[in-house]
C-alpha cells in the first residue's frame, strides 16, 4: 500500500472519530453558561483539529499537540517547540473570538442557550 493512501486514510480516520467525539462533547456542553460552553469547547476543537508540520517529514502533518509532545519528549526542551508556537497562536485566537462574540452576541437568553426555561415549567 502506497504511503500516501495510508497517510490519507490516517487522516479521515482521525477527523471522523475527532467530529463523533466533538459532537459528543457539544451535546454534553449543551445545558451550560455560555463562557463555559464556547471554552470547553474551544479547548477541544484547538486541541483536537490544529494541524502543525512534522519536521523529519516535511509536507507532512499531524494534531499540533502530538508534535509538541513527541519533540519534547524525544529532543528534550531545546527544541524550537513548532508545534507549541502552532497551539499559542490558535489558543489566543480562541480566546479573543470568544471574547468579542461574549461582548456582540444578542442578550436575549432564549436566544443563547440550550438550557430549558425555568418558566416553562
Do not use: C
Not at 10 to 20: E, Q, S
Not at 50 to 77: K, N, R, W
Not at 89 to 99: C, E, H, N, Q
Amino acid at each position: 500500500m502506497d504511503s500516501s493512501i495510508e497517510y490519507v486514510i490516517a487522516w479521515v480516520v482521525y477527523l471522523g472519530f475527532g467530529v463523533l467525539f466533538g459532537a459528543q462533547l457539544f451535546a454534553l456542553t449543551a445545558a451550560r453558561s455560555f463562557f463555559t460552553k464556547a471554552m470547553i469547547r474551544g479547548h477541544f476543537i484547538v486541541l483536537a483539529f490544529t494541524p502543525a508540520e512534522i519536521a523529519e517529514f516535511p509536507g507532512h502533518y499531524a494534531p499540533a499537540v502530538l508534535t509538541l509532545v513527541m519533540d519534547v519528549m524525544l529532543q528534550g526542551a531545546a527544541t524550537t517547540l513548532q508545534g507549541g508556537v502552532i497551539l499559542l497562536v490558535s489558543y489566543l485566537a480562541m480566546v479573543v473570538g470568544v471574547g468579542v462574540f461574549g461582548i456582540a452576541r444578542p442578550r436575549n437568553k432564549r436566544a443563547t442557550t440550550d438550557a430549558p426555561d425555568p418558566a416553562d415549567s
